[in-house]
């Protein structure tokens, strides 16, 4: 069975600096990966996702994440981050027809 | 506005008590499932229904049932709930890899 692991449950980090949250995925096999926001008290909202093609995938909201193969990783990148920014952000990967989900990494972003 | 609506969206049960969540989508979509969210732990799946007629079990189906009424709709039931069961309930929907579709989610608590 698939897994996901974000590797860090909080990142604080200041506004308009560069920000990181990793994740990595159990499967070698070939897989789509998705990445989710969650503002709070609200639902996912899907932020990018890779299906096949291009290893790096731009979402919205100035988001990019880049799939690597090799080390099974799915890591989600900003170059420069908003106040605005501040939610729960999942790594989810397709396992059959459905989806596994990491645990979640909490972006506050400080002014 | 088109999406999955979940209803209710705050419930408070008291143990041994049973409820229904609903869960309708008017996209079409094929497939929908219900998630529920505790924190640390990311989304769980409870129960999926990858097409009309047909339901299949989760990560975390013990408590649960569902029915799939019909394409539109997606029931969660709790015959007899349980403290364990406080959570955050999420139903989503997709029709294929291009990313599901979440409601707003309903939180339960159990006392």
């Known amino acids: 069975a698939q897994s996901v692991t974000q590797l860090d449950s909080q990142v604080p980090v200041f506004e308009e600096a560069p920000v990181e949250l990793r994740c990595n995925y159990s499967?070698?096999?070939?897989?789509?990966l998705f990445w989710y926001v969650q503002y709070p008290n609200q639902g996912l909202q899907l932020l990018l996702k890779y299906l096949s093609g291009s290893t790096l995938v731009k979402g919205i909201n100035g988001f990019e994440a880049e799939f690597n193969k090799s080390q099974t990783s799915f890591h989600l990148r900003k170059p420069s981050v908003h106040i605005s920014d501040t939610a729960e952000y999942f790594c989810?990967?397709?396992?059959?027809?459905?989806?596994?989900f990491g645990a979640g990494t909490i972006l506050r972003v400080k002014s | 506005n088109a999406g999955v609506t979940q209803t209710p969206k705050f419930q408070v049960l008291k143990t041994g008590q049973s409820m229904t969540l609903q869960c309708a989508q008017d996209m079409n979509h094929n497939s929908m499932y219900w998630y529920r969210q505790d924190p640390g732990m990311g989304l769980r799946l409870i129960y999926y229904s990858a097409s009309e007629g047909t339901t299949d079990k989760g990560e975390v189906p013990n408590g649960y049932n569902v029915s799939r009424l019909n394409k539109r709709e997606f029931s969660l039931r709790l015959e007899s709930a349980a403290p364990s069961q406080t959570s955050v309930y999420f139903c989503?929907?997709?029709?294929?890899?291009?990313?599901?579709?979440f409601g707003s989610g309903t939180r339960l608590t159990v006392v």
């Open positions: 989503a929907s997709t029709n294929g890899w291009y990313g599901y579709t």
């Open positions: 989810a990967v397709s396992e059959g027809n459905k989806l596994v």
């Open positions: 499967s070698s096999v070939s897989v789509y």
